[in-house]
């Protein structure tokens, strides 16, 4: 009687092709942590298995980073080890971390972009002739620009123009040796940190 339409498993690794049956068919799905799985059991969820049962049957599933302390740096390096541990596609990996993400958190105005919409998205570079390949090459040094609600964070330099159109006062920060703008606000609470990041310097 547990299991509903709003079930969200974290990790999973534990359950059988048999449970996901049953969880999916409930209408739950996956959050998917492959980097802290594989570092901390050795092993991670059958996620192959999920995403290929049928129909209505089918889970969502959206990718997570877990602990900094037992995962990926970021959920661009969490794509690479979800890539490298289970046979996924690339197209798949971007649908963990946009509409299918949303899906499963019943976030119907998440994970993609539309007018009327939330302005959440990142612009990556053409690393790659189709855009679900260029993100499993992207750092976060190689980010083009992030935008939260319509206002940019962190961008490259020469997206100055996008910052000054938003109104939104841009500092100068270093993230893995390539310089970038990011909001101010945004720099203060980075600089007022205790904990240090590896790789970020604020100018």
């Not at 802290?36 to 991670?44: D, H, K, M, Q």
């Not at 059958?46 to 900094?68: I, K, W, Y």
């Not at 998440?110 to 612009?123: K, M, S, T, Y």
Request: proline fraction near 8%; charged fraction near 20%.
């Amino acid at each position: 009687g547990c299991l509903g339409s709003n079930t969200v498993i974290v990790h999973g690794i534990a359950i059988d092709g048999n449970g996901w049956r049953r969880g999916a068919g409930a209408g739950g799905g996956l959050v998917w942590c492959p980097a802290s799985n594989e570092f901390l059991f050795g092993c991670t969820a059958l996620v192959r298995e999920l995403l290929d049962l049928d129909g209505p049957a089918r889970g969502n599933v959206a990718l997570g980073t877990d602990s900094r302390i037992t995962g990926a740096r970021d959920l661009l390096d969490e794509l690479r080890a979800a890539y490298r541990l289970m046979p996924v596609s690339s197209v798949e990996l971007l649908g963990m971390v946009t509409n299918k993400a949303a899906a499963l958190l019943h976030q119907p105005r998440a994970g993609r972009i539309a007018a009327g919409l939330p302005a959440d998205l990142v612009v990556i570079p053409p690393l790659a002739p189709d855009p679900a390949d260029a993100l499993l090459e992207t750092t976060r040094a190689n980010l083009r620009l992030v935008i939260v609600a319509g206002r940019p964070l962190v961008g490259d330099p020469d997206m100055a123009p996008v910052f000054t159109a938003r109104r939104v006062t841009p500092r100068l920060i270093v993230v893995d040796a390539a310089p970038k703008l990011a909001e101010s606000g945004l720099v203060r609470r980075i600089a007022g940190c205790p904990i240090a990041e590896p790789g970020l310097a604020v100018l």
